[in-house]
């Protein structure tokens, strides 16, 4: 009769930081989905630059630059926030954690604020011709993935703050958190270009 070998693992932890989490690749497939997503849009955005004379179609202006240059500074200043949650996440720092969170929904939220204004300066209607359709699509995907990420830190926050002793895999779901706004801000980096310089090159 074959022996059989048993190996108790029950005495693991429920949670890792890194690659070595199922979270932590779960956010890596999620990013690469709404990545392609993203891609797909600025490669119509181009597609359709090809294909007429000018650009901006017609008579219409680039979009204006004030909003969407504030709107990139203070995505970049939320990198400090962002890295300051995710470092104290990994050493289990609730304060470090709380502070760093609070700082990310804050400036979300100024985000959110901005990107409003910024709708208002694109000079162009969403049904008005492909030129509006393709601008619009870039910044109302972006806009979808900063809202629900603002909201994700912001329940992430409230579960910190009513609890005084978080267990070990809520730091986790910070850190893997914090990996999603980097893509938001990342992601953002070429869109802006696109949008807002691609136009002013011609």
Known sequence: MRQRFVHDVSGLPDHDF????????GTLGFVAIEGMGF???????????REVPSWPPGSIAPP???YGSLFTGV???????????????ERYRRR????????????????????GFEFTVLHVRWD???????????????????????????VLLALFL??????QRRYTDVSENADYWWFVLLAW????????????LG
Do not use: C, E, Q
């Open 128 to 154: 008005t011709n492909a030129y509006g359709s393709i601008v619009w699509t870039l910044l109302g995907l972006h806009t979808l993935h900063l809202g629900t990420d603002v909201a994700d830190t912001a």
């Open 75 to 89: 995505l970049l200043v939320s990198a400090l926030p962002n890295h300051w949650a995710k470092r104290a996440a």
């Open 189 to 200: 980096l070429p869109i802006f270009a696109v949008v807002y310089l691609v136009p002013r």
């Open 18 to 25: 890194g690659s070595d989490s199922i979270v932590w690749w």
């Open 64 to 66: 204006g630059l004030i």
């Open 96 to 115: 470090g954690s709380l502070l760093g969170m609070g700082g990310v929904v804050l400036l979300g939220i100024g985000l959110l604020v901005l990107r």
């Open 39 to 49: 891609v797909l849009a600025v490669a119509v955005y181009f597609y359709l630059m």
């Open 162 to 167: 009513t609890d005084r002793d978080p267990p």
